[in-house]
């Protein structure tokens, strides 16, 4: 019965897992639909849209190293030591959220939309450090050993990629509505005038049904995120670590950030991932631009996520399988080669829907190896981490911030690289037709630039340190 099936381990692991959706489904949200939203609905400059995407992103990297700091200091309660954060977070971060997709007003000034939307992402980020580090930690309170780390981590990054694939599909019915309401104005304008290069689309008020659709997937996304944050809560019970003594250190702040970033393992497995981090943010984070604008394939963005992230989600059991055999090292650097392939082929046949499609395969192959591995891979770290620094104590939720401030640091440079580029070259969102400079940016943000990231992250890893038996090779 479903109390027999929570009591058990699969079943802690699949409470587990339902903790990551809300993280994974308000980022994919925010990383398909947010430069669009602040662009074409809210009508704000492309400057201002990279300020707030980047200063946001930047704020969240910043905290999430302290708010780590703060949870390894946490005392134990009777739900945990991790589980209060998770709880006392969950509703405020839900309120931010929505808070993100909602305009005060029909037309809003920038002087008035930019504090808002920037003041909004702020406290959505912040809360969302605050729930998701300790969540990630809890990893390391599950009890077992390293192949339940490695199981409990595989199961969360199956739900957290049908998490990204529900978002998408949400996500993909708000840009349906955006491109039928948009489509249906610039037919209109092309049956009055004649089609220069550059054709404008009537102001907001031409959008009302797109606004609602946003402000509609907000409120889902957010009942979503209350029921697997009681799921979690219900279903997920810390274990003290059984290594931990009074005898042990609390390492003040700056100690412990010195001593993290002086540990090899930790400095080549975050450094790698940066690079990772940005290439595959680069690429994704332009997705929905690119295939409206460089591929004319706007109409079928929906199945084309879709089937990307169906491939993603298919592939994680196998990549688990994969580094168990040949080892986790091996598996990144076959993992990642598929997405410098596919986005080569796309860049050079971007019109051709039948291949677009099969390299989204392709890329959710890769995808699935960029969701899996550093989480399977950075217990490991922390482990070898502790043998050789016996006496220090709870750290390991600074480790996972720390990993989580440099994935999100690499997401913010390449949507704040994106936008300030787009705003150079002329992208005006206002143009129903952009210029050949927008279409060649959009090529190169999803292609050249994201295939040299990850070859210098493939380069990096070759000389990853730690072998399957948590050994450090001399």
């Known amino acids: 019965n479903l109390h027999s099936f929570i009591l058990s381990k699969g079943g802690l692991k699949f409470c587990y897992a339902i903790g990551g959706v809300p993280y994974q489904i308000t980022a994919v949200s925010m990383g398909i639909s947010m430069q669009i939203f602040l662009l074409d609905v809210v009508k704000m400059e492309a ?9 946001s992103r930047a704020w969240d990297a910043v905290t999430d190293p302290l708010v780590g700091y703060l949870v390894s200091r946490s005392r134990w309660t009777p739900i945990g030591k991790l589980m209060p954060w998770v709880v006392l977070s969950m509703p405020f971060a839900i309120l931010s ?14 002087a008035f939309s930019v504090p808002w939307f920037l003041v909004a992402a702020c406290m959505f ?10 969540y990630l930690s809890m990893n390391m309170f599950l009890g077992g050993d390293q192949r339940d780390r490695d199981s409990a981590t595989a199961y969360r990054m199956t739900v957290e990629i049908l998490a990204m694939l529900l978002g998408s599909v949400v996500q993909g019915q708000v840009i349906a509505v955006y491109n039928a309401e948009r489509d249906g104005v610039c037919q209109q304008l092309d049956q009055t ?12 008020a031409s959008l009302q ?12 996304i957010g009942a979503l995120f209350l029921l697997c944050s009681l799921v979690l809560f219900l279903g997920v019970r810390e274990q003290q670590d059984p290594l931990c003594s009074e005898e042990k250190v609390r390492v003040p702040y700056l100690t412990s950030l010195k001593l993290l ?57 196998l990549w688990q399988a994969v580094l168990i055999r040949i080892g986790k090292k091996k598996t990144v650097l076959i993992g990642l080669s598929p997405f410098v392939i596919a986005v080569t082929v796309i860049a050079c046949v971007p019109s051709n829907l039948a291949v677009f499609m099969t390299m989204c395969f392709l890329m959710g192959l890769s995808l699935a190896t960029m969701f899996l591995l550093p989480w399977s891979m950075l217990p490991d770290v ?4 502790t043998v050789k620094n016996p006496e220090c104590k709870d750290l390991e939720p600074m480790f996972f911030s720390c990993y989580a401030f440099c994935n999100k640091l690499g997401g913010g440079l390449s949507v704040g690289i994106s936008t300030i580029l787009l705003h150079f070259v002329g992208y005006r969102p206002e143009d129903c037709r952009h210029s050949d400079a927008v279409v060649s940016a959009l090529i190169i943000m999803f292609s050249p630039v994201p295939i040299v990231l990850l070859l210098v992250a493939m380069v990096i890893f070759r000389f990853y340190p730690i072998n399957e038996k948590q050994e450090t090779k001399p």
Request: charged fraction near 5%; glycine fraction near 4%; charge should be neutral.
């Open 47 to 55: 400057f201002y849209v990279s300020m707030i995407l980047f200063v």
């Open 97 to 110: 959220y929505v808070m993100l997709w909602f305009m005060p007003q029909d037309s809003m000034s920038q």
């Open 125 to 134: 980020e912040t809360l969302m450090s605050c729930f998701n580090v300790p």
């Open 193 to 204: 005038q004649p089609a220069p290069q550059s054709t404008p689309s009537p102001h907001a």
């Open 209 to 220: 049904g797109t606004r609602k659709a946003f402000l509609t997937s907000a409120l889902v």
């Open 261 to 317: 970033a002086s540990h090899i393992p930790f400095q080549r497995l975050v450094i790698g991932f940066l690079f990772c981090a940005l290439a595959f943010q680069m690429a994704l984070g332009n997705f929905a631009l690119f295939c409206s604008h460089a591929a004319g394939l706007g109409a079928h963005f929906q199945h084309i996520l879709l089937v990307l992230l169906v491939s993603a989600t298919a592939a994680v059991p």
């Open 382 to 385: 922390v482990d070898d981490f």
